[in-house]
């Protein structure tokens, strides 16, 4: 029996759009698809994005210089992203209502798959971009749409009451940070899950307040199980959302050859909403395996949260010029009293590892002989570190700070 094709694939296939798997690939498609001035300027803005310098605006604008460039780019390189948020939405067509407000549509493949998938709901679809705005106009009218809008708004400058049944917002994210410092990674989960809700609650509060009472936002974010997720969970339930944790889904994808998640969250009003720290955690045991012995970066400072008892023993080195440069917090384990937690940062590196209870002694007497020939370099501060309590299930954290 041959196997029904998905949505997302159907309407991909329908645009003539598919995603490469290399580089070469999708510099061809550019070449065969752009003008030669155009694909020459796109090149020489990827060199510079790889050296770490990009002007985002002149970029967009530049990818949108037409609808054939932008399909072409939007498709070589999204197409699997396109593809899994069609299915996402096509999966879950209850969560949108009458009227809907897409948020940075770009050259408007998302908004019009929208329009398709709901052909009873009023569409408006919002980009800063008038290049983008006028392919995507292009791209509904050659699909003979009707039942969708297209206007230059920025969403955090929307009016009073102007809200929608459902805001679909997709990919907005990285260009609506208001980024002040940088993350230290020396930070625990909650410490770095604050900083970035800082810096994600402005475009969080716009998109909150574009959602009427009993309406939805629906965000499709490319993030990885880190603090930068926690942030925007944060922002979201700041804004006084409510994350509804049975329509999150990790939907896996690729860019090029590269395998990446994306995260579906939906979100409502809530008086009595969940934490966003536990939303988080409980999200993270049902995606990761923590019956492991060691664990590193973000799963070990989950881990931390997670599963650490009471502190048995801990310090944290300062260095005056570099800062934090080693925190070491011996704990009891919550999961079995035979175990016990060693959580260690040390040159950026952040490590956590299970040992029999049996060796508690030693390792106590290992960490006091470390402190001691920490206390002897020069231009360090150490400190015992303080036990805050045990983990999440409490309604506190441990933070080794």
């Known amino acids: 029996m041959k196997k029904k094709k998905d949505p997302g694939l159907v309407y991909l296939q329908?645009?003539?759009?598919?995603?490469?798997?290399?580089?070469?690939?999708?510099?061809?498609?550019i070449l065969k698809?752009?003008?030669?001035?155009?694909?020459?300027?796109?090149?020489?803005?990827?060199?510079?994005?790889?050296?770490?310098?990009?002007?985002?605006?002149y970029f967009y604008n530049l990818k949108n210089s037409d609808l054939k460039t932008s399909m072409a780019f939007s498709g070589a390189l999204d197409g699997?992203?396109?593809?899994?948020?069609?299915?996402?939405?096509?999966?879950?067509?209850?969560?949108?209502?009458?009227?809907?407000?897409?948020?940075g549509c770009d050259c408007g493949i998302m908004s019009c798959?929208?329009?398709?998938?709901?052909?009873?709901?009023?569409?408006?679809?919002?980009?800063?971009?008038?290049?983008?705005?006028?392919?995507?106009?292009e791209l509904a009218n050659r699909l003979g749409l009707t039942n969708i809008t297209f206007a230059k708004k920025d969403v955090r400058k929307l009016l009073a009451g102007d809200q929608y049944d459902t805001v679909f917002a997709m990919r907005g994210?990285?260009?609506?940070?208001?980024?002040s410092g940088q993350e230290d990674s020396a930070w625990e989960l909650e410490e770095s899950g604050n900083y970035f809700a800082r810096a994600c609650s402005g475009y969080a509060r716009a998109l909150a307040e574009a959602v009427q009472p009993l309406g939805t936002l629906v965000t499709l974010e490319k993030i990885e199980k880190?603090?930068?997720?926690?942030?925007?969970?944060?922002?979201?339930?700041?804004?006084?959302?409510?994350?509804?944790?049975?329509?999150?889904?990790?939907?896996?994808?690729?860019?090029?050859?590269?395998?990446?998640?994306?995260?579906?969250?939906?979100?409502?009003?809530?008086?009595?909403?969940?934490r966003a720290i536990d939303v988080f955690v409980r999200m993270y045991e049902t995606l990761t395996d923590f019956e492991q012995a060691n664990y590193d970066g973000w799963m070990a400072k989950t881990a931390v949260y997670l599963k650490a008892g009471s502190m048995i023993r801990g310090f944290r080195t300062v260095d005056k010029e570099k800062g934090i440069?080693?925190?070491?917090?011996?704990?009891?384990?919550?999961?079995?009293?035979?175990?016990?937690?060693?959580?260690?940062?040390?040159?950026?590196?952040?490590?956590?590892?299970?040992f029999d209870r049996e060796s508690q002694k030693?390792?106590?007497?290992?960490?006091?002989?470390?402190?001691?020939?920490?206390?002897?370099?020069?231009?360090?501060?150490?400190?015992?570190?303080?036990?805050?309590?045990?983990?999440?299930?409490s309604g506190s954290s441990i933070i080794l700070s």
């Open 14 to 29: 329908s645009l003539n759009l598919k995603p490469v798997k290399t580089k070469r690939e999708f510099m061809d498609q």
């Open 226 to 274: 880190n603090g930068f997720l926690l942030g925007w969970l944060k922002a979201l339930e700041n804004a006084g959302m409510g994350i509804d944790e049975e329509a999150w889904e990790e939907l896996p994808c690729k860019e090029l050859a590269l395998n990446s998640e994306m995260q579906a969250i939906v979100c409502r009003r809530m008086e009595n909403r969940p």
């Open 325 to 354: 440069v080693m925190k070491v917090a011996l704990y009891s384990y919550k999961e079995d009293v035979s175990m016990i937690m060693l959580a260690q940062y040390i040159d950026e590196f952040y490590q956590v590892s299970l």
């Open 173 to 179: 994210l990285i260009s609506n940070l208001t980024v």
């Open 362 to 393: 030693e390792m106590i007497d290992n960490l006091k002989i470390i402190e001691e020939d920490e206390r002897k370099r020069p231009g360090v501060t150490v400190t015992p570190l303080q036990d805050t309590g045990a983990g999440s299930r």
């Open 80 to 103: 699997d992203i396109i593809r899994r948020a069609c299915n996402y939405i096509a999966d879950h067509r209850e969560l949108f209502g009458r009227r809907i407000l897409d948020v």
């Open 113 to 137: 798959f929208l329009a398709l998938t709901f052909p009873d709901s009023e569409i408006l679809s919002i980009d800063l971009s008038e290049a983008a705005l006028d392919n995507a106009r």
């Open 33 to 57: 698809n752009a003008e030669p001035e155009v694909s020459t300027a796109i090149f020489e803005e990827l060199d510079r994005r790889a050296q770490g310098y990009l002007n985002e605006e």
